[in-house]
């Protein structure tokens, strides 16, 4: 069985891989796969910190800063500076969401008014 680190690897080689006749595309797709990494990593290790069951330490928070504001600078420098996007590209769905829990507290309300 491969590790985390050996799949990702050869999942990189893989899709590399696939675009290697069309230099253009060849050389977006790696930087693409380069900063994915890159932020993957970042994520990784926030999320180990997150879930871990043992108690927080200043060297914890320290790291956690530190993966924190380098993924923050990652994204800012991939998506915010080319597309002037810093959330989701549509929240239509949170839209929809807030609507449905407002009229569902309403009704909650009217229910209870009734008694």
Known sequence: ???????????????????ENDEEVNRQV???????DKAGYHLFRMGEIMKS???ASKQKI??????SCHFMA???EQLTERYGMT?????????????WLNEQTKACINSSDQR
Not at 30 to 36: A, H, K, T, Y
Not at 62 to 67: D, R
Not at 87 to 99: F, L, Q, V, Y
């Open 74 to 76: 990652l994204w800012y």
């Open 1 to 19: 069985m491969l590790s985390d680190d050996s799949r990702t690897r050869r999942i990189k080689e893989i899709v590399i891989k696939a675009y």
């Open 87 to 99: 959330g989701r590209p549509s929240t239509e769905g949170a839209e929809n969401k807030h609507h």
């Open 53 to 55: 069951q043992q108690k």
């Open 62 to 67: 320290k790291a956690l800063k530190y993966h």
């Open 30 to 36: 790696r930087e693409v796969m380069d900063w994915s």
